[in-house]
């Protein structure tokens, strides 16, 4: 299984719960399309098929991961 970069996986981690604790606060019991993106992307960086999962797989991920690691490059077209 490919690992994805700690600085990606933080990223999507801390903007979906950001998002999904904003929508708690509002009341809207449903996710946004951007919070279904964003647990789709999870899912698939950390090779799972629920967010729960997702979540739980990506703090262990990060947990493991050095903080201070190399940055991502962007993709060469």
Not at 36 to 56: F, M, P
Not at 68 to 77: K, Y
């Amino acid at each position: 299984m490919l690992i994805p970069h700690p600085a990606v996986l933080r990223k999507l981690v801390e903007e979906y719960e950001s998002l999904r604790a904003e929508e708690a606060e509002t009341g809207r019991g449903w996710a946004s399309p951007r919070a279904q993106d964003l647990a789709y992307t999870l899912c698939v960086s950390t090779g799972t098929r629920d967010v729960r999962r997702a979540l739980e797989a990506a703090h262990r991920l990060l947990a493991a991961a050095p903080a201070d690691g190399p940055r991502p490059t962007a993709a060469v077209e």
